[in-house]
């Protein structure tokens, strides 16, 4: 089962606007992570934020977590058409076992348009 | 380059034969995860080993066994293949665990087909 939920499913803008990308989860985490996948490739780590914290930057990424709502969004300015990706969440709960792994989301396919 | 090294890269393969997913993880990785990557089951985890033993067990068949071994590179092997298991293939290592906030880098899949 998926944890996390992304919106939208997919996502197309003109290259130099911003892209954001919703998750919602359903049980509380001990942090959320962001990963890209280019098509059929393997899957890249872009930011992590822990759950005592409500935003991270990196580059032109932002991330914040409302832990309230239980939903994170990531923020990509200026967009590039090399940021065409798919992009996926992922939790780590707080419970034990399997849960403590990182569960994916169902990923936004984010297009930039040159 | 993520570090993560997985062979073979695709292969084809007729339903109940074998095959074995081989993963070498990134110089100083403790931990492997096997996750799988389908269009109607997106990215499901599979397994996790750390320092050669098996820490945590996802949605993994009966069919389908991992291990990791000593040198730390781990293979995954499914059996009695169905035209279901189509699927790309993941492999990751990290330092320690997800739960601690460590990174996990992934390979670049191993693409199997099932005919």
């Known amino acids: 089962s998926q944890q996390g939920e992304e919106d939208p499913q997919a996502l197309s803008i003109q290259e130099g606007e911003n892209a954001t990308m919703n998750c919602s989860y359903k049980?509380?985490?001990?942090?959320l992570q962001w990963y890209r996948q280019n098509s059929g490739r393997g899957l890249v780590h872009l930011i992590l934020i822990r759950s005592n914290e409500r935003e991270k930057h990196s580059g032109r990424l932002r991330v914040t977590l409302d832990t309230s709502k239980k939903s994170s969004s990531l923020l990509i300015t200026a967009s590039r058409a090399a940021d065409t990706a798919s992009y996926f969440c992922?939790?780590?709960?707080?419970?034990?076992?399997?849960?403590?792994?990182?569960?994916f989301g169902s990923g936004t396919q984010l297009t930039v348009l040159p | 380059d993520s570090g993560v090294t997985q062979t073979p890269k695709h292969l084809i393969t007729a339903t109940g034969q074998r095959v074995t997913l081989r993963c070498s993880p990134r110089s100083g990785d403790l931990s492997v995860y096997w996750y799988q990557q389908s269009l109607d089951q997106g990215l499901q985890f599979l397994i996790q080993?750390?320092?050669?033993?098996?820490?945590a067990k996802g949605n993994i068949l009966e069919r389908f066994s991992a291990q990791q071994f000593p040198d730390l590179h781990s293979e995954l092997n499914l059996s009695s293949l169905e035209l279901g298991d189509s699927a790309l293939y993941f492999c990751?290592?990290?330092?320690?665990?997800?739960?601690?906030?460590?990174?996990?880098?992934f390979g670049e899949g191993s693409w199997l087909t099932v005919v």
């Open positions: 992922a939790t780590v709960q707080i419970s034990s076992g399997s849960a403590r792994q990182l569960t």
């Open positions: 049980t509380s985490i001990n942090n």
């Open positions: 990751a290592s990290s330092v320690g665990t997800v739960i601690s906030g460590n990174t996990i880098y």
């Open positions: 080993y750390y320092n050669g033993e098996e820490r």
